[in-house]
């Protein structure tokens, strides 16, 4: 089976046959998917009021402890959200009811990040969409076919610098 990767790389090896345009078999497709799963992705999110960054924030609070709270650093460590949006994204969930932000006990310096009643039933509801959405996208391949892709990121992160948290 060929796809539109393959057309390109047959495209570049007839006009271009001094390089080596192998890289693109990988990268060329990763672009490919990842704007398709953001599509699919987000189609899920708006369907429930949200959008990526603020899924990310309230799974991160729903999967991180019993209490459902953490500080704002906390938060950007665990999570997919960038330093620079969380303040805006904690703005957007507390003014929607979603999320609460109160002064540490233990340090009155620090905000403590909360889910509300009906943030938790949000993200209760949105996650098994979501996954679904996930298993959607997915069922191309095998169990022993997505771990081993998984397995291949993970890899391939790790040698760009990505961390583990």
Avoid: C, Y
């Avoid at 693109?24 to 799963?37: E, H, T």
């Avoid at 996930?134 to 076919?145: Q, W």
Wanted: glycine fraction near 6%; charged fraction near 30%; hydrophobic fraction near 40%.
């Amino acid at each position: 089976m060929t796809d539109h990767v393959d057309r390109v790389l047959e495209q570049w090896a007839e006009r271009r046959p001094d390089l080596d345009a192998s890289p693109m078999a990988v990268i060329g497709r990763l672009s490919r998917l990842s704007r398709l799963v953001d599509a699919e992705l987000r189609r899920t999110f708006t369907a429930h009021g949200l959008d990526a960054a603020s899924f990310d924030v309230l799974a991160t609070l729903r999967r991180s402890n019993a209490e459902h709270r953490l500080t704002p650093a906390e938060l950007m460590r665990s999570s997919m959200v960038t330093s620079g949006a969380i303040t805006q994204r904690l703005d957007r969930l507390e003014a929607r009811g979603l999320v609460t932000r109160t002064p540490s006990a233990s340090d009155g310096r620090s905000m403590v990040v909360s889910l509300t009643g009906e943030g938790l039933a949000l993200i209760d509801a949105v996650l098994p969409d979501h996954i679904a959405t996930e298993e959607r996208l997915l069922a191309g391949l095998s169990r022993d076919e997505r771990d081993a892709l998984a397995d291949s990121l993970r890899k391939l992160l790790g040698s760009l610098g990505g961390k583990p948290a």
